[in-house]
């Protein structure tokens, strides 16, 4: 699988849903259902745009969000991308075997995988493991003794949420829970210990900021009765938002900053330097570039363009990645129902989870059915004249979750020609899953 970078271009054959959607069931027409789509015009531009909010830094792909190798490797050989971040450590020794600059994004309790990361000196030399704690190196050691295996490359994980001052509601945790390190005096500490340890070399740092990169800051409405209550309640809710947001920028920046430095000055009075350091996710990109400390940034939900970037002001991904479910009987007038629907994404349980049917327009979940294990009925003006065979189209909420319902990813890049979007099927690559790959 190839991949070029085109001109930014947001108003691509997708812009043109009437066309588009249509055509990419015509493409897909003989190929059995589910079916999940990746459109590699879409792909291409969704890279070039987070490369641009890069402002010229390094661009690690998130290997969570895309769980596809060829897809992975087609996005190594374009200029600005570099290394992958892993999400398990089974996955990491994995991907070791065709990418030399592998980051592991979380810690890791697998004893089994540690064994198989340190019978081979290859992956030791190609694989960073994230800890946060001296448990994490003591686990290393449990599985085999510092004189007996090669070095161990580490990089420390960094809180970066963010805690408002008392003011009324304002108060309690912005962010995620992750690393219990959150201030330079406890990331200077914990680099000590490490090159006070034999068998472990410090080489970078990870600052992910979950409540800038992983929070929307724009309005979604919806019509319907009620709609003017629930545009009221998103209005405040997105300028609460935007507030947090501002501050913890701030706090971000200041904090990040002075861990780095200490971290740094640790580094450098054991022999060493840092080799790296990790920041941002695709909702904050352009942010993540303009702190100094940062040397790379972290992406991989921004290439696929899930419907959680739709609630973003900075940019206004493609929907890349696309799967479309056939009608399979008609229970009812209006009502069509279709096969499977129930891609349900990882988070906070709410509305927000759901795959969105985006075609024919004007359909909607049942509500007190909503998406199903093995059916899904649609209702709505859209609904009333599908047919038995006939496909209906969908977007997922988040990215590579998409990819552990599927083997396969049909290529099928998009073009305008004439006003009217032209595709087929170019290449099938397998996901993760199709490999055989299920890690998580």
Known sequence: MLLTLPTTDTRGPWAHPSSYWPALSSAVADRPAPVVTLDAAALESNAADLLRRAGGTPVRVATKSVRSRPVVEALLALPGYAGVLAYTLEEAVWAAGWCDDVVLGYPTADRVALRALLADDEACRRVTLMIDSVDHLDLVDAVAHPSGRPEVRVAVDLDLSYEPPRAGRLTGRVGVYRSPVSTAAQAAALARQVLARPGFRLVGLMGYEAQLAGVGDATVGSGGRGARARAAG???????????????????????????????????????????????????????????????????????????????????????????????????????????????????????????????????????????????????????????????????????????????????????????????????????????????
Do not use: C
Request: no cysteine; glycine share 14%; hydrophobic share 40%.
């Open 234 to 440: 998103a209005d405040a809710r997105t300028l609460l938002v935007r507030r947090l947001q501002a501050a913890s920028w701030q706090d971000v920046l200041a904090r990040r900053t002075a861990m780095v430095a200490a971290v740094r000055q640790v580094v450098r009075e054991g022999g060493g330097e840092l080799e790296f350091v990790n920041g941002g996710g695709t909702g904050s990109v352009h942010l993540t570039r303009q702190d100094p400390s940062v040397t790379e940034v972290a992406a991989g939900s921004g290439l696929f363009g899930p419907t959680l970037f739709d609630r973003y002001r900075s940019f206004s991904p493609a929907p890349a990645a696309a799967f479309a479910l056939p009608v399979v009987r008609r229970p009812g007038p209006g009502v069509a129902t279709v096969l499977g629907g129930g891609w349900i994404a990882s988070g906070p349980a709410g509305q927000d989870r759901v795959p969105v049917p985006v075609w024919p327009p004007e359909v909607s979940l049942v509500p007190n059915e909503g998406a199903g294990e093995v059916q899904t009925p649609l209702r709505g003006p859209g609904a009333r004249d599908l047919r038995v065979g006939d496909l209906t189209w969908w977007r997922h909420a988040k990215a590579g979750e998409l990819s552990e319902h599927t083997d396969d990813l049909v290529v099928v890049p998009s073009r305008l020609v004439g006003g009217q979007t032209r595709t087929e099927v170019e290449d099938v690559v397998p996901t993760y899953r199709g490999e055989g790959k299920v890690f998580l």
